[in-house]
């Protein structure tokens, strides 16, 4: 069956440090791995996926995120944190039987 | 935007009755899904339809039920309500199911039973 965890609740940093969001997913198979961001009272919006290839997936708004098959981790990072980055991140995982399966969130606080 | 469009944005209603939520997906999408958002347990799968057809169901409850119809617009139907339902309720669709396409999210429905 397939899961996602991700281990952090909440992560805060500073305005113009990197940022990493953790997530790693349990899949029997290849696994297709997407980010979401959610900003207060809207949908999830969709930010980048890894379905094969590179390791390191480039998305929208500056962020990326590296597939690590040995660690089943596929982390969302942004080299320099925007205050607007503050939002709800999802992880999820899609390759099972017609449905997506995310994670529980993490809320990132981007310090000024 | 997405280009999903979900009806009404906000829904407020009493114990027992019955709602219908409404889901228009992207042009060119079939499969349109239904997740549960609350507040201590995330987002909760519901159920996906593929081209008018049941594809997929998750923890729905038998008070809970939907349907596509020819159109493929989709509708979420809630029943004997409880105050325990009040959640947001997510849309989303996307062109196939499953083979690593992405899904793309209506702004989502907030119910509140009093």
């Known amino acids: 069956a397939q899961s996602v965890a991700q281990p952090e609740d909440q992560v805060n940093v500073a305005e113009g440090n990197p940022l990493t969001v953790k997530c790693t997913y349990s899949?029997?198979?290849?696994?297709?791995l997407f980010w979401y961001v959610q900003y207060p009272n809207r949908g999830l919006q969709f930010l980048l996926k890894?379905?094969?290839?590179?390791?390191l997936v480039k998305g929208s708004y500056g962020f990326e995120a590296e597939f690590n098959k040995s660690q089943t981790s596929f982390h969302l990072k942004k080299p320099s944190a925007l205050v607007s980055d503050s939002a709800l991140y999802f992880c999820?995982?899609?390759?099972?039987?017609?449905?997506?399966?995310f994670g529980t969130g993490t809320r990132l606080k981007v310090l000024a | 935007d997405s280009g999903v469009t979900q009806t009404p944005k906000h829904l407020i209603t009493a114990t027992g009755q019955r709602v219908t939520l409404r889901c228009s997906p992207r042009?060119?999408?079939?499969?349109v899904y239904w997740y549960q958002q609350s507040l201590d347990q995330g987002l909760q799968f519901l159920i996906q339809?593929?081209?008018?057809?049941?594809?997929a169901k998750g923890n729905i409850l038998e008070r809970f039920s939907a349907q596509q119809f020819p159109d493929l617009h989709s509708e979420l139907n809630l029943s004997s309500l409880e105050l325990g339902d009040s959640a947001l309720y997510f849309c989303?669709?996307?062109?196939?199911?499953?083979?690593?396409?992405?899904?793309?999210f209506g702004q989502g429905t907030r119910l509140t039973v009093v």
């Open positions: 339809y593929y081209n008018g057809e049941e594809r």
């Open positions: 999820a995982e899609g390759s099972g039987t017609y449905k997506y399966i």
């Open positions: 899949v029997s198979g290849n696994p297709y």
């Open positions: 042009s060119g999408d079939l499969s």
């Open positions: 989303a669709s996307s062109v196939e199911s499953g083979f690593g396409t992405e899904a793309f």
């Open positions: 890894y379905i094969t290839g590179d390791n």
